[in-house]
């Protein structure tokens, strides 16, 4: 069983249009998390949940929300797509403990044209 | 701000080396470090956490060190395998009411055999 599963694994769409990343983990875990992955490979936090309550929004643009329906899965919504939002995008998960070690998907290749 | 400098992207090694990672930080310390590794097309995995108060942690061939002084990391692995080949991300956790994970851009393994 995949412990955090992203879909869809691949997107390819146009500049202007609005999409979605789904994201689900079965580790029971409390806080989930979005990471951007841009092609010089660098990994930034977006956002996390804990609880289905945000508490770190980092300075991302307000195209990008994040939606967390229960505490198994976080979605990403962003709106009217831009060249520069081309990354990958991972979810994580981690336990509501000190150590606060991230479980990561699989990733999700988005390439804005 | 906080910064992380993993100072090799890429290094390559004879299989049967010891391959010794860098990763150094600036400012404050953080509460505790983690190594991932990362494969092509996957997301990280988690490979060791040391925290501030720890010289060193062992984990079957991987060693890190962590000197608060030098505000440096050393992440080592023994007896290389063409198998170790991959990026590894060190990430820093520095705490407080909204926790933060901040990883490097990574250091590309590649061992000959």
């Known amino acids: 069983d995949t412990a955090v599963s992203q879909t869809p694994k691949y997107l390819v769409t146009q500049m202007g249009n609005d999409k979605s990343i789904k994201c689900e983990q079965n580790?029971?875990?409390?806080?989930m998390y979005w990471y951007k992955q841009d092609s010089k490979k660098f990994l930034k936090i977006m956002f996390s949940?804990?609880?289905?309550?945000?508490?770190i929004n980092e300075t991302v643009p307000n195209r990008f929300s994040p939606k967390s329906p229960d505490k198994a899965h976080l979605n990403l919504h962003i709106n009217s797509l831009e060249l520069g939002d081309s990354a990958v995008y991972f979810c994580?998960?981690?336990?509501?403990?000190?150590?606060?070690?991230?479980?990561f998907g699989p990733g999700t290749r988005l390439l804005v044209l | 701000s906080q910064k992380i400098e993993q100072n090799s992207e890429a290094l390559n090694i004879q299989e049967g080396k010891t391959a010794t990672l860098t990763c150094n930080y600036t400012?404050?310390?953080?509460?505790?470090l983690q190594w991932y590794r990362q494969d092509p097309g996957r997301g990280p995995v988690f490979l060791l956490l040391?925290?501030?108060?720890?010289k060193e942690k062992r984990k079957e061939r991987l060693k890190v060190t962590f000197d608060t002084t030098l505000k440096q990391s050393l992440f080592h692995i023994t007896a290389s395998q063409p198998a170790d080949s991959a990026t590894y991300l060190c990430?820093?956790?520095?705490?407080?009411?909204?926790?933060?994970?901040?990883f490097g851009k990574g250091t590309k393994l590649s061992v000959k055999p």
């Open positions: 580790l029971g875990h409390d806080t």
């Open positions: 040391i925290r501030e108060n720890e």
């Open positions: 990430a820093l956790y520095y705490g407080g009411s909204q926790g933060n994970l901040i």
């Open positions: 994580a998960s981690s336990q509501d403990d000190e150590e606060e070690t991230q479980y």
């Open positions: 949940y804990n609880n289905k309550e945000l508490i």
């Open positions: 400012n404050y310390s953080p509460a505790y």
